[in-house]
């Protein structure tokens, strides 16, 4: 993985879990991973298990995105011909309502 973010940055986004109260256009994401056309949107991270909840969008399908958890050391593993995965490091924290991919995977269809 590219850009791979430290502990201490992890540490800041919120635990799993705490924003499962939260409508989706509510949830802030706090990290975006990106890999051609797939993005992955992350909104919560357990540092003991590794893993994050968020929205995952895969070859550009937004039909089949959906809300879901990600480990980390998956994403880590991630080699195709030299490409890895990269963390957007100009990425902003912002609702998810606010990220145009992401409405529009929730937009219904017609």
Known sequence: ??????????????LLYATEGLAWPEKVIHEHFFLGACDWFMAEFCPDRRLFFGFVILHGDLVNAE???VSLDELR???LHGLEIDRDLHWTPQPAAAISLIRAAHRPPG
């Open 1 to 14: 993985m590219w850009n791979e973010p430290l502990p201490d940055h992890l540490r800041k986004l919120p």
């Open 67 to 69: 809300w879901g958890y």
């Open 77 to 79: 593993s991630v080699n």
